[in-house]
C-alpha cells in the first residue's frame, strides 16, 4: 500500500497497467453502438478490407471511431493492424513508410490519405525517458489490448471493424460516450508523465465535444502543468495549431485558463489571454476563425498568429516611436522582437512568420489614402489578409469604422469608383468604441481569400510527418 502510495507520488509506478485489459473488452454490435456505415470513408473500408482479405486484423481507430460513435462525419481516418508496416506497404499501390523510429504506413488514394498503424506495446516501463518522466522513445509494437491501454482517453481507444460492423471497447469507452465524459486510460498523474502534452488534448476535446472530464483525470492537472515546458516546442506547437483551428479555439483558451493550463506554459497564450486590450481583438478573430472551421472554410496560422499576437506588437510599435523611431521602421523593429521571442519559445515555422509579417507590414499602408499609393497595395498579394485584418482592428474598436469600410469599398470598386473615394475627402469620424457593428464586420472578414490562406491544416491536406508518435518527437 504504502510502496503503491510512493510509486505513485514519485511517478515509478507503471502509467498503464501490463495486465491485458481483456476482462474488460467489449464487443459492440450495431445495435449497441448505432455507427451509420455511410459516415465511413470507402477508402478506410478498401484498407481494412484489403489488410483482413490478407489475413491481418484490421480496424478504423481512436478520433474517428469516436466521431463515428457522436454521429458527426470524421475529419480523418486512422487504421490500427497487426501487420507490420512492410507488410502493409506491399499491400497497396501508394503506400509509404513514414517515421525513423515508430513507423506507420501513408496509403494514398488520389488526394485521401489514410495512415495505418501497427498495434504498439505498453513498455512504458523500460523506454528511456527524460529527468521528468517524459517518455522519449517508446517504439515497440505489441498486441491490441496493449494499443488499446496506450492510447489516451477511453473514447480513444476503440476500434471498428466496417466489414462485421463490430466495436471493441476496451476501456468503457462507449459508456463515457454516452455519459460525455473524458476519462484518461491507466494512472492519470503518470500518463500525464508520461506526455504531458495529453493535457492540452483533454481540454481540446472537452472544449470541442462539450464533454466534461472525469474528477481523476481533471485533478492532477493543475500541479503537472507546467511539467508542459519540458516538451519541445515545435510539439506544442503542432497541438496549439490543432486547438486553435478545432472549430472551438475561443472555448478551449477559456479552458486552457480554467485548468490553469495557460500560465507560464505556452508563452503566447500568456501574452493572448492576459492583455486587456487586446483581449477584444483576440476573441474577436478567433469567433471569426472558429466560424471558418466550422464552415469549412480554411484557416491561415499566419493570419491567426498575427492577429493573437498584434497587441504585443502595438505595444512595441508604441514604444520605438516613443523612443524616436519613425513609424515604419518602428512596426519592423516590433514584429522583429515579437517573431523572435514567439519563433524560439512556440517554434513558429519561417512561413508563418512571414506571413505574419506581410499582414502587420500593410497596416500603416491602408492609412495612406491620396495619389496612386493605394493602387499599389492592390497589387499586394496578401491584399484580402491585410483587409480583412484591417476590418478586425476596426470591429474591435482600434481604428475607425470609415477606415476599413473605405477600403472595402475600394478594392470592390471598378476604376471610376475608386476614383470617386479618393476624391472624396476622407470622412474622420471619431474612433469607435463599439462593438455594435462587429457581426456586420466580420463577415466581411471571412472572405480571407483561400488561396491565399493555403497554408491552413485543411482537413484533407496531412502531412507526411507522422502524427502518430504518441509520445516521441
Ligand atoms: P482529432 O479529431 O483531433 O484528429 P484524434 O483523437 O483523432 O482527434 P489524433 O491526434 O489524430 O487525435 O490521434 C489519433 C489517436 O491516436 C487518438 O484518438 C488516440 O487514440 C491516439 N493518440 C494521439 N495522441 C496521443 C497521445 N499523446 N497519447 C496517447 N494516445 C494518443
Ligand atoms: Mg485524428
Redesign the pocket.
Known sequence: MIKKLINRIFGKSPATSAKPAKGKLKTLSVAEHGIDPKLVSNNAVRVTQTLQQEGYKAFIV???V?DLLLGVKP??F?VATNATPEQVKRLFRRAFIIGKRFQIVHVMFGSDLLEVTTFRGTSTDDAPKDEFGRVLRDNTFGEQHEDAT???FTI??MYYDPASQTVLDYHGGMGDIRKKTLRIIGQPEARYRE?P??ML?VVRFAAKLQFDIADATRAPIAVMAPLIDNVPAARVFDEML?LLTSGHALACLKRLRQEGLHHGLLPLLDVVLEQPLGAKFVSLALANTDLRVREGKTVSPGFLFASLLWHQVLEKWQAYQASGEFPIPALHLAADDVLQTQTESLALQRRIGTDMRDIWAMQPRFDRRTGKTPYKLLEHPRLRAGLDFLILRAASGEIEEELAQWWTDFIASDNAGRETLLAAKPRTTKKSATASAAPARLSNAEAIDPAEANDTPAPKKRRRRP??V??TE
Open positions: 481512436g478520433g474517428a469516436r475529419k480523418d486512422d496506450r492510447r489516451d480513444n481507444a506526455d502534452v495529453r488534448r490543432k502524427k502518430k504518441f509520445v
